[in-house]
């Protein structure tokens, strides 16, 4: 999702499929928001950041936010309680990127 306050895509997204038979891969640039769903079970997700990790610096939205139009394939079952508590866009005064 583009987070970028200037960009023409502003809150746009698109959805992609990563699995073992396509074995694509997915960038995720500075300004972008990313969040996946598992649709089987016992999956291994692995991703590189350009930082080290810094919980302070970290930002999230909520997964069900509906200004944001996110459609998953499945129904969400289970979440963190971390990811639960993520605001939504709309109380969010300024997006930092």
Do not use: C, W
């Amino acid at each position: 999702m583009d987070l970028r306050p200037d960009s023409a895509s502003f809150l746009k997204h698109e959805a992609f499929e990563l699995n073992e038979d396509n074995k694509h891969e997915l960038y995720v640039p500075r300004g972008f928001a990313h969040g996946f769903q598992t649709l089987t079970d016992n999956v291994e997700v692995t991703y590189l950041v350009s930082g080290y990790y810094t919980p302070a610096a970290e930002r999230g939205l909520r997964y069900n936010d509906p200004k944001l139009g996110i459609s998953r394939p499945l129904e969400v079952t289970t979440l963190s309680d971390k990811d639960a508590a993520r605001p939504l866009i709309g109380d969010i005064s300024r997006i930092e990127i």
